[in-house]
């Protein structure tokens, strides 16, 4: 999973600002050019980090960047991710539709939640968001 993450482009290192140690990681996936969506997920923090800011502020960073690009961010959370599903909801994601699907080889049930663009964020014209992705090595 982790390695086609990455040779996707749209993998992500979370580092904390005060320190610059790694904390985790997160990714953009399944880039529809026609429908100008994406799909945010496989974030993965040190437990210390969990139920703070860090996965709030994560999010709100990769949203302001996405919606650059497309109309609508996509969140895949599985069924029993009680944690991320209440994460969904603090950052005013809104529950679309369950869909039991394949993820890494494993077929699993995963709730569908989206964000919309803001009407007051302007888009910028036609572009592939993988083309923006900040890659760190």
Known sequence: MFERLLVSGGGLVVRERATGAVIGSSSFYEYNEAARDIVVGYTFLARRC???????????????????????????????????QRAMENVGATLSHHVVRESGGVTAEFIHYYIDRPSTMKPKPA???ESSVVKQR
């Open 127 to 129: 572009e592939r968001a």
């Open 50 to 84: 969990w139920g703070g800011l860090f996965n709030r502020e994560l999010k709100a960073l990769m949203l302001e960047h996405a919606f650059k690009f497309v109309d609508r961010v996509w969140f895949h959370v599985a069924v029993t991710n009680f944690r991320s």
